[in-house]
Each structure stands twice: as C-alpha cells, then as structure tokens.
C-alpha cells in the first residue's frame, strides 16, 4: 500500500490507501468542524474568507484564514520535502515518516485535550490543517497524483468527466481503465463520507469529542503496520521459494 512506486504500483495498491486515507480524512473534517466550527481538510472556503476580509480592509481577521492556508501549504511542503530527503536511503520506506507524523499530531491534540482547556483553537485548527496537507502530499506522491484524500471538489470534477466518458468509449481496454478510475473515485468519496458520519458519532453521540482524532490515528498507524507486516512476509516467502528451487 505505502511502498509499491512506479511501475510497481497496481489499482489494488491506490485503492487500499484510498479507503485507508479517506476514512481517516472524514473524521478530521467532522471533529475540526464540530469542536472549531473550522474546516479542516482543505482551504477552498478559507480562501474565499481570506479574500472577503481583505476586500473589506479588515486584514487582521483575514490573518488567521492565511494561517489556515499558509498550515496546509506547509504540511504539503513538509511531507514532499522528507520523502525528497530520504529518498535515497533504500532501506526505509520514506512514505511511513509523514504518516506517523500525522499520527502523533492527531494523537498529541486528542491527549491534551483532556488534561489542557483549549484557549486557542485557532492553533489547533493550524495543525490539523498541517496534518492534512502532509497526508495529501505524500498520497499524491504515491500513487502519481491519481489519488486524493483530504476533499472532495476536484474528485466530483473528475469523477462527472470521466462518467461522461463512458458514452463515447470504443475501445475496450480503456473502458476497464476508466471504470477503474472511476471505481477509485467512488471508493473515495463513500469512505470520506463514512469516515465523517463515524467521526460525528463518536464525537458528538459517544462524547469523545477530539479523542476522536486518535482513533483516526490508530486507524492511520494500524495500515501502516499492517503494510509493513505483509511486505516483510512476502519478501521472506520470496527467499523462501528462491531457496527451495535452488535445492
């Protein structure tokens, strides 16, 4: 899921991390939105406030809508800029250091918000914002920009395009490819959509308000044990097999 690159990478492999990256992202979006009345996955609607205040010439409130903007941005820099880094070094999976990063961002936020009142939300939306331009960096990254998960506009772009299509194909082969596709979209957009109605539970029916967010990163940090767990076991029974037909 998080190691295959290239040639290597199937539509098995970007749809696992579709689904993964997706639920997770969902359940950010609900819990930033219910506690912060702040999106947090994306800064579509933060640039429309940012510009609206400007224009009003009320610039220190727009301030903090080019801090949501200024968060993602660096989140996706961050994540891009340590996958450039340790690219190199063949034996580590580079994909696995933005991933935990993440994960211990949603985690440290849901810890403290038991034991510490939140007297700037502001901050805390910041970086729930930085999470999420780091998973939708190295996501991109990973599957060559056919996979996004953190929002939705683009996908219903893409995916009313490509339905469109399906009436003026001729050719087989790309036909399966775009149904593919779009298979991939809907996968995407049905487990955002349940990730926000499992993060709205737990947060607002459970009462777990932000401890909402470590379930999310446990969800991240058990697939990525998972992926390591079964690329270690493949990789054995590869030599195992390489062995065996030696002997």
């Not at 406030?49 to 968060?71: A, H, P, R």
Request: proline share 1%; with cysteine; net charge positive.
């Amino acid at each position: 899921m998080l190691r295959h690159q290239n040639k290597n990478r199937t539509f098995k492999h970007n749809l696992q991390i579709a689904t993964v990256l997706s639920l997770v992202a969902g359940m950010v979006n609900v819990s930033g939105f219910l506690e912060f009345k702040q999106l947090t996955t994306n800064v579509t609607g933060h640039f429309a406030l940012f510009i609206y205040d400007l224009t009003n010439f009320d610039f220190w409130k727009g301030t903090i809508y080019f801090l949501y903007i200024f968060s993602f941005l660096f989140g996706s820099f961050t994540s891009s800029f340590l996958i450039e880094k340790y690219r190199a070094n063949k034996k580590l999976n580079v994909f696995v250091i933005p991933t935990v990063i993440e994960s211990v961002i949603l985690i440290s936020i849901a810890l403290f918000s038991n034991f510490i009142a939140i007297k700037h939300p502001n901050a805390i939306a910041c970086l729930l914002l930085f999470a999420m331009g780091l998973q939708n960096s190295y996501v991109t990254k990973i599957s060559n920009a056919i996979v996004r998960t953190t929002h939705l506009t683009g996908l219903f772009t893409d995916l009313g395009i490509e339905i469109s299509q399906l009436f003026f194909i001729k050719s087989a082969p790309h036909k399966q490819n775009l149904k593919s596709t779009i298979k991939l979209r809907v996968y995407i957009i049905l487990f955002f959509f349940g990730g926000g109605l499992i993060g709205g539970f737990f947060f607002s029916k459970l009462n777990f308000r932000l401890n909402t967010l470590s379930i999310a990163a446990v969800i991240l940090l058990i697939s990525l044990f998972y992926d390591d767990f079964r690329y270690k076991l493949i990789k054995r029974k590869r030599k195992y097999n390489q062995k065996k037909l030696k002997n």
